[in-house]
């Protein structure tokens, strides 16, 4: 499965931005998909995940409230609504699938196939 991950870019706090994450290749519509970020000088960071159902959802604490994840099945698509973003919120942002889902979305080590990420700003 190759991912890609768009919608990146420049905006002001408070600002919304909606990241997509598209398969190629091969669908995953079968796979549980995250969403990870990672700013200048820090780690790769959790942010989201859906199941491949779409019923069951994660999120860091840090994101809880202001980013929701979905999926359209449809369009083998999954997004990223991110509203009220801060600047802290500046990063480049990877999708992810993995095969099954489990309690330990959060952990990079759940994932098989990784997406080149795309780069969100938050800035004025």
């Known amino acids: 499965v190759q991912l890609q991950a768009s919608g990146g870019g420049l905006v002001q706090p408070g600002g919304s931005l909606r990241l997509s994450c598209a398969a190629s290749g091969r669908t995953f519509s079968s796979y549980a998909v995250g969403w990870f970020r990672q700013a200048p000088g820090k780690e790769r960071e959790f942010v989201a995940a859906i199941s491949w159902s779409g019923r069951n959802t994660d999120y860091a604490d840090s994101v809880k409230g202001r980013f929701t994840i979905s999926r359209e099945k449809a369009k083998d698509t999954v997004y990223l609504q991110m509203n009220s973003l801060k600047p802290v919120d500046t990063a480049v942002y990877y999708c992810?699938?993995?095969?099954?889902?489990?309690?330990?979305?959060?952990?990079?080590?759940?994932?098989?196939?990784w997406g080149q990420g795309t780069l969100v700003t938050v800035s004025s």
């Open positions: 992810a699938a993995a095969t099954s889902w489990s309690q330990a979305m959060g952990l990079m080590t759940q994932y098989d196939y």
